[in-house]
């Protein structure tokens, strides 16, 4: 989200992970400016649950990830920067638009990317719905970084230099395997070491702008056939069987060896594939997602604590209380009178 701040002098990064959730104040610190009239209580209230991150890396490239789901409706705002810009959407849509021209990012059947050049800075509109669950890694290049290399004469660059001077568009692209797992790589990365991180991340980050540009010539097939990592997308598409079964399920008696006999493989391997995935145990992540459960049920059909604590798997409303006030911020009886 934070488009503004790409290629700052200095380098930014700022994670929050899928066990909080993002305020209205956090989503201003990315630089997304919410409402002109918005009150001091809409910036401490939670927008999202999930993770975002945002690199400014040492070199041209900026590279944003999300994997997030929008905790109320809201419509927010930020500049871009002149950049060449590509997205895999691995999970959700987003719709919105640069300036006024619309774009509608649909990843809702199957990963999906898309690649678009802005050559001004733009203002860039997003409408978030409630329960919107988007998980999207994007890649972005200097515009005069890309324009340097590609307006050079070469006529197997003219397809894509006529791209990146039309104007705003949004052109859908199709991965290949190899992209979306290292789409999957950079959501959550295997080192937290900074000079690693920064690294991995470049290298990553490089060999999906390369496919996505080389998706523009009319040879784009000569980089979509590389090496298929198959093992790295079979373990995402795994990661998000085992998270939609359990979002599907919530309210059921849900354990982990039930998981593992439904989705027919071992305990360990559930376990070490949804962490590798999402940063979060099973465990954690159905906690988590009976507490929204509970919430929703709270603000929409007026359930009191008592029930949306038994909802939610919790004996205690006073167990409850704490566990809902360390996840979203706020206590039960605040969620429950918006």
């Known amino acids: 989200m934070a488009f503004d701040q790409q290629y700052a002098p200095q380098r930014v990064r700022r994670n929050v992970t899928r066990r909080e959730t993002i305020t209205g104040q956090q989503l201003e610190d990315f630089g997304t400016a919410l409402p002109g009239n918005a009150a001091d209580g809409i910036r401490r209230r939670p927008m999202m649950s999930g993770r975002l991150s945002n690199d400014n890396l040492q ?13 109320r409706d809201a419509a927010v705002k930020f500049p871009v920067n002149p950049a060449v810009t590509v997205a895999i ?18 990843a809702r059947i199957q990963p999906v990317g898309f690649i678009w050049a802005l050559s ?32 050079n004469g ?3 660059h003219a397809a894509i230099n006529d791209f990146i001077h039309a104007g705003i568009s949004v052109r859908q692209w199709q991965p290949s395997r190899r ?9 959550y990365p295997s080192t937290d070491d900074p000079l690693f ?17 080389g998706s523009l010539r009319p040879d784009a097939e000569f980089i979509a056939e590389g090496s298929a990592e198959p093992d790295a997308l079979e373990h995402h598409q795994k990661a998000q069987e085992i998270r939609d079964y359990i979002k599907d399920h919530i309210l059921d008696d849900l354990t982990l060896s039930g998981l593992s006999e439904k989705l027919g493989m071992s305990i360990a391997s559930l376990q070490r594939i949804f962490k590798n995935a999402y940063g979060t145990t ?29 909802m939610a798997g919790y004996s205690s409303p006073a167990n409850f209380a704490t566990a809902f006030k360390r996840v979203f911020g706020i206590s039960p009886s605040d969620a429950r009178d918006r």
């Open 197 to 213: 991180r920064d690294l991995y991340a470049e290298s990553r980050g490089l060999e999906i702008l390369a496919e996505a540009l």
């Open 59 to 71: 070199s041209f490239l900026n590279i944003h990830t999300t994997d997030t789901v929008s905790m």
């Open 282 to 310: 099973v465990k954690d992540f159905i906690r988590e997602s009976r507490l929204i459960a509970a919430r929703d049920a709270m603000e929409k059909d007026g359930l009191t604590i008592g029930q949306a604590a038994w």
């Open 89 to 106: 959407v691995l999970r959700g849509r987003v719709r919105g638009a640069f300036d006024n021209v619309p774009f509608d990012l649909d």
């Open 120 to 151: 001004q800075p733009v203002m860039l509109h997003r409408e978030l719905q409630k329960g919107d669950d988007v998980s999207k890694v994007m890649i972005s290049a200097k515009y005069d970084w890309v324009v340097k290399r590609v307006c």
């Open 154 to 156: 070469d006529s197997r």
């Open 179 to 187: 992209a979306i797992a290292l789409a999957d790589q950079l959501l």
